[in-house]
């Protein structure tokens, strides 16, 4: 019986290289309901480029919602604003009621972020100025990022650095 040594290569995608979790203190709460849809980020720098599989943000609920409403994670196309990546959760997994607490939406692959290339959004079509979502947002972010807001069918930009509460990239371990 003979012994050999079989090389073998496997590539793997990168580990992000800026870390854009951000455990912050929670700063204020922006409203996502029918008139304001979408919130979230874009990356302006190379600072904030890599690979994110999953998102978790600080949510509450405010008022009366179906639990079956849906509220989506998803990564647009900033070129077409189409649906690159998405996860979904109902307002029935809201389960902290008005405590703010963590969310996780898994996309289930890895989804590569570049710089000026995609949105990373939360998204929510259904409720009213009283019967909303409460989303985190971090008001001393991550280098390399934007807040985004979605009204009216355009995209508005907010303080640069500024981040969603949470949003995940990058932790200890973490490899896409």
């Known amino acids: 019986m003979s012994n050999f040594l079989v090389n073998s290569f496997i590539t793997v995608p ?19 309901y029918t008139d304001i849809p979408r919130l979230g980020i874009k990356a302006v720098s190379g600072n904030a480029t ?59 692959s890895c989804i590569e972020i570049t710089e000026a290339e995609q949105y990373v959004l939360i998204e929510y079509y259904d409720g009213d100025a009283s019967n909303y979502l409460g989303l985190s947002r971090h008001s001393s972010g991550i280098s390399g990022w934007e807040w985004l807001s979605y009204t009216s069918g355009s995209y508005s930009s907010g303080n640069s650095g500024e981040s969603l509460r949470g949003v995940f990239s990058s932790e200890t371990g973490f490899s896409c």
Do not use: C, W
Request: aromatic share 8%; charged share 20%.
């Open 50 to 108: 890599g690979y994110m599989n999953k998102i978790i943000v600080h949510l509450r609920k405010v008022g009366t919602h179906d639990d079956e409403n849906q509220i989506f994670a998803r990564v647009r196309k900033i070129s077409d604003d189409s649906i690159l990546a998405q996860a979904i959760l109902t307002a029935g997994d809201l389960t902290g009621g008005a405590t703010k607490q963590n969310y996780e939406f898994d996309f289930g």
């Open 14 to 32: 990168p580990v992000l290289t800026t870390e854009f979790y951000n455990q912050g203190s929670g700063a204020a709460s922006l409203d996502l």
